[in-house]
Nanobody, 113 residues
């Protein structure tokens, strides 16, 4: 059983920063990719950023230059979010791709104008 636990969400003013963390625990043989997605009320869950085990990153156009995804050797992924905008408000979910895809429970990020 693999669990992903997100943390770091909260309320921030526009222009501020937050750092999200996603810790993977359990029987993990290999994680090939970790990612962050977000879902705003009434909208679909969309890609924010992904990072492979080799360090290759991919970002949604809407966050390029503002968000930075990283990971460490302890199967933890991070999302540094800078210059936050009200439209970044959403529940942020992390996932991990190994022999199957796992999802975390989500963490709320609210950006006030």
């Amino acid at each position: 059983q693999v669990q992903l636990v997100e943390s770091g969400g909260g309320l921030v003013q526009a222009g501020g920063s937050l750092r999200l963390s996603c810790a993977a625990s359990g029987i993990i043989l290999r994680i090939n990719r970790m990612g962050w997605y977000r879902q705003a009320p009434g909208k679909e869950r969309d890609l924010v950023a992904t990072i492979t085990s080799g360090g290759t990153t991919n970002y949604a156009d809407s966050v390029k230059g503002r968000f930075l995804i990283s990971s460490d050797a302890e199967n933890t992924a991070y999302l540094q979010m800078n210059s936050l905008k009200p439209e970044d408000t959403a529940v942020y979910y992390c996932n991990a791709l190994g022999w199957r895809l796992w999802w975390g429970q989500g963490t709320q990020v609210t950006v006030s104008s």
